[in-house]
């Protein structure tokens, strides 16, 4: 069907007013936002309302001198290079663990996303709990063991994993869902008329069914590296009594990531500029994902 | 289908449905014990001690931040489908001069990550003074594109025909908006409600900025600050969690139906 020949012809101004909310929010809270931050990106910004424009020094700022931009977008790649991998094989194994007639479905739909409802805060808090110095338990079960204590949070190298590994736990209900319906897609004769001819499970699945769900493992993959490239609850919530007042905005020991470091310029340091220019590199970054994502697999809307 | 498969399939499946719930059983355990736990695990604390939730209930605004956080979500959300509803039916139902270019020229927003806008957004708050209120939270929650083009998807499944009949019947724009395409769209419309209930009610970024006050924290921030206080025992965070995880897993029990509906309709 033609999208474009769908609807009552009208003329006049009342299609307009039916979209005047949407258009004056978005004008507001997304275009002119747009364009004022990429302004400040350009200033010398801070709380008391000075600003004197300074043209590309914030970025030069970041990419030449700041100690702490590098560091910040080496973990979040790091955090990608964990979770990417962690989310695909998690929602690959219950995508194809689902499919076909599985018993009591609805209930395990229901129980794994049971973390997707949940608000990422209480999450990581809970996790924090659980691998927290004295009365977590993963540090009791090392314990038993015969390991030492491990301060999980003191270094990036162990943040990073942990966080991923929480993010991977709470979109699992998610990727089942993207995988099984990507799986279920797939016309069933396919993989009938492969099985009569005497083709094992493993082989449909390795020669059937992965070539024709690509497009989809391609899309997730797109999907959990955006996804990583705003990390910031999680570590918000690690960070919190971690970091020690030992500098002005607590940059130093904490695990930064690129949304956190934005956060912590912009937020804690009143540095809008250089904040707004780090959200601006890091934008340029996830929008050379989304293209490439474009050039192969089509045209598919990906919110960031 | 082989047997040694299907076991398997239940053996990954039953896998995972441990790894889902255990941090919830053990989050339960520990906010019924009275100390700290220190020495060996319990499989259940007997008898189950409840000062926790006594203290996490009245020692703190949590009743104040349910509050919030239901103000918040509600308004974010039937504000959110309101305004989308109307220009999703403008955007389909309705044909006139540039109206896809239009389209797509809002939908672009999307791709704008969230971390980006909330540098911008928060000035803007501050200049007009909605710092520490409820429409500073939610107002912006009000124009999302995602709801508009989910809508404008199912939209133009309604049939030419019928809208054209209700126009020939002498029905205005309005009336075919609010009496023919609204009740048509109740399931759809019934799914994005939870669906983007769901996430206000977990939004943390945008409340952690624009409140100020205690008072104002919805439970998001509120949960944080606990985790920031050294005052406050893991045993009282857990009970805090369970507090405020409570309506929305409850919601979630009835409604989980709604919720893989609209994750399918936001994937494909």
């Given at each position: 069907?033609?999208?474009?020949?769908?609807?009552?012809?009208?003329?006049?101004?009342?299609?307009?007013?039916?979209?005047?909310?949407?258009?004056?929010?978005?004008?507001?809270?997304?275009?002119?936002?747009?364009?004022?931050?990429?302004?400040?990106?350009?200033?010398?910004?801070?709380?008391?309302?000075?600003?004197?424009?300074i043209?590309?020094?914030n970025?030069?700022?970041l990419?030449f001198?700041?100690?702490?931009?590098?560091?910040?977008?080496?973990?979040?790649?790091?955090?990608?290079?964990?979770?990417?991998?962690?989310?695909?094989?998690?929602?690959?194994?219950?995508?194809?663990?689902?499919?076909?007639?599985?018993?009591?479905?609805?209930?395990?739909r229901?129980?794994?996303?049971?973390p997707?409802?949940?608000?990422?805060?209480?999450?990581?808090?809970?996790?924090?709990?659980?691998?927290?110095?004295?009365?977590?338990?993963?540090?009791?079960?090392?314990?038993?063991?015969?390991?030492?204590?491990?301060?999980?949070?003191?270094?990036?190298?162990?943040?990073i994993p942990i966080?991923?590994?929480?993010?991977?736990?709470q979109?699992?209900?998610?990727?089942?869902i993207?995988?099984?319906?990507?799986?279920?897609?797939?016309?069933?004769?396919?993989s009938?008329?492969?099985?009569l001819?005497?083709?094992?499970?493993?082989?449909?699945?390795?020669?059937?069914?992965?070539?024709?769900?690509?497009?989809?493992?391609?899309?997730y993959?797109?999907?959990?590296?955006?996804?990583?490239?705003?990390?910031?609850?999680?570590?918000?919530?690690?960070?919190?009594?971690?970091?020690?007042?030992?500098?002005?905005?607590?940059?130093?020991?904490?695990?930064?990531?690129?949304a956190?470091?934005?956060?912590?310029?912009?937020?804690?340091?009143?540095q809008?500029?250089?904040?707004?220019?780090?959200?601006?590199?890091?934008?340029?970054?996830?929008?050379?994902?989304l293209?490439?994502?474009?050039?192969?697999?089509?045209?598919?809307?990906?919110p960031? | 289908?082989?047997?040694?498969?299907?076991?398997?399939?239940?053996?990954?499946?039953?896998?995972f449905?441990?790894?889902?719930?255990?941090?919830y059983?053990?989050?339960?355990?520990?906010?019924?014990?009275?100390?700290?736990?220190?020495g060996?695990?319990?499989?259940?604390?007997?008898p189950?001690?409840?000062?926790?939730?006594?203290?996490?209930?009245?020692?703190?605004?949590?009743?104040?931040?349910?509050?919030?956080?239901?103000?918040?979500?509600?308004?974010?959300?039937?504000?959110?489908?309101?305004?989308?509803?109307?220009?999703?039916?403008?955007?389909?139902?309705?044909?006139?001069?540039?109206?896809?270019l239009i389209?797509?020229v809002?939908?672009?927003?999307?791709?704008?990550?969230?971390?980006?806008?909330?540098?911008?957004?928060?000035?803007?708050?501050?200049?007009?003074?909605?710092?520490?209120?409820?429409?500073?939270?939610?107002?912006?929650?009000?124009?999302?594109?995602?709801?508009?083009?989910?809508?404008?998807?199912?939209?133009?499944?309604?049939?030419?025909?019928?809208?054209?009949?209700?126009?020939?019947?002498?029905?205005?724009?309005?009336?075919?908006?609010?009496?023919?395409?609204?009740?048509?769209?109740?399931?759809?419309?019934?799914?994005?409600?939870?669906?983007?209930?769901?996430?206000?009610?977990?939004?943390?970024?945008?409340?952690?900025?624009?409140?100020?006050?205690?008072?104002?924290?919805?439970l998001?921030?509120?949960m944080?600050?606990?985790?920031?206080?050294?005052?406050?025992?893991?045993?009282?965070?857990m009970?805090?969690?369970?507090?405020?995880?409570?309506?929305?897993?409850?919601?979630?029990i009835?409604?989980?139906?709604?919720?893989?509906?609209?994750?399918?309709?936001?994937?494909t």
């Amino acid at each position: 069907m033609n999208e474009n020949k769908m609807g009552i012809p009208v003329k006049g101004i009342a299609p307009f007013l039916f979209i005047l909310p949407i258009l004056i929010g978005t004008g507001i809270f997304s275009f002119s936002c747009f364009l004022y931050v990429i302004r400040l990106s350009f200033l010398e910004s801070n709380l008391f309302g000075s600003s004197a424009f300074i043209g590309l020094k914030n970025y030069y700022y970041l990419l030449f001198e700041s100690e702490y931009f590098y560091v910040a977008l080496i973990h979040t790649l790091y955090y990608a290079l964990c979770s990417v991998p962690l989310n695909l094989f998690v929602g690959l194994s219950l995508g194809f663990a689902m499919y076909s007639k599985i018993k009591y479905g609805s209930f395990f739909r229901f129980v794994y996303l049971i973390p997707w409802v949940s608000s990422g805060v209480i999450v990581a808090l809970i996790f924090k709990y659980a691998f927290s110095p004295h009365w977590g338990i993963v540090n009791w079960l090392l314990g038993n063991l015969g390991f030492e204590e491990i301060r999980w949070f003191k270094q990036a190298e162990t943040t990073i994993p942990i966080a991923a590994t929480m993010g991977a736990w709470q979109t699992m209900g998610l990727g089942m869902i993207i995988f099984l319906g990507a799986i279920n897609s797939i016309p069933k004769n396919l993989s009938e008329a492969a099985s009569l001819e005497g083709a094992s499970t493993l082989q449909i699945i390795r020669y059937i069914i992965l070539p024709l769900i690509k497009p989809t493992i391609f899309f997730y993959l797109v999907f959990c590296f955006i996804n990583a490239f705003q990390v910031f609850n999680v570590i918000y919530i690690f960070m919190q009594g971690v970091v020690g007042p030992d500098d002005a905005m607590g940059l130093r020991g904490a695990t930064l990531t690129s949304a956190y470091f934005t956060y912590i310029l912009a937020f804690r340091g009143s540095q809008f500029g250089r904040a707004s220019a780090t959200a601006i590199l890091m934008f340029l970054i996830m929008l050379s994902a989304l293209l490439i994502q474009r050039r192969f697999i089509g045209r598919k809307i990906t919110p960031l | 289908m082989k047997k040694s498969l299907l076991t398997l399939k239940y053996l990954v499946l039953i896998i995972f449905v441990l790894v889902s719930i255990f941090p919830y059983y053990w989050m339960i355990i520990t906010s019924l014990c009275e100390h700290e736990w220190i020495g060996n695990p319990t499989i259940f604390p007997i008898p189950p001690y409840l000062g926790c939730f006594k203290n996490a209930l009245f020692d703190y605004p949590f009743l104040r931040w349910t509050l919030n956080t239901f103000i918040i979500s509600i308004s974010g959300t039937l504000g959110c489908l309101f305004f989308a509803s109307l220009a999703a039916f403008s955007f389909s139902c309705l044909q006139w001069k540039f109206r896809d270019l239009i389209f797509y020229v809002l939908l672009s927003t999307l791709f704008l990550p969230a971390f980006l806008m909330v540098i911008p957004q928060f000035l803007f708050i501050a200049e007009i003074g909605w710092m520490d209120t409820y429409w500073g939270i939610f107002i912006p929650s009000w124009f999302s594109m995602i709801t508009v083009f989910l809508l404008r998807q199912y939209f133009f499944s309604i049939p030419n025909e019928i809208l054209n009949a209700a126009r020939i019947d002498g029905a205005n724009l309005w009336q075919i908006y609010w009496k023919l395409v609204i009740p048509n769209s109740k399931i759809v419309l019934m799914t994005l409600f939870v669906f983007n209930f769901v996430g206000q009610w977990n939004s943390f970024l945008w409340p952690l900025l624009v409140t100020q006050s205690n008072k104002m924290d919805v439970l998001a921030v509120g949960m944080a600050s606990f985790g920031g206080d050294f005052n406050i025992t893991y045993n009282q965070i857990m009970a805090g969690s369970i507090l405020s995880l409570a309506p929305i897993l409850l919601m979630f029990i009835f409604l989980s139906k709604y919720v893989s509906k609209g994750l399918e309709m936001r994937i494909t």
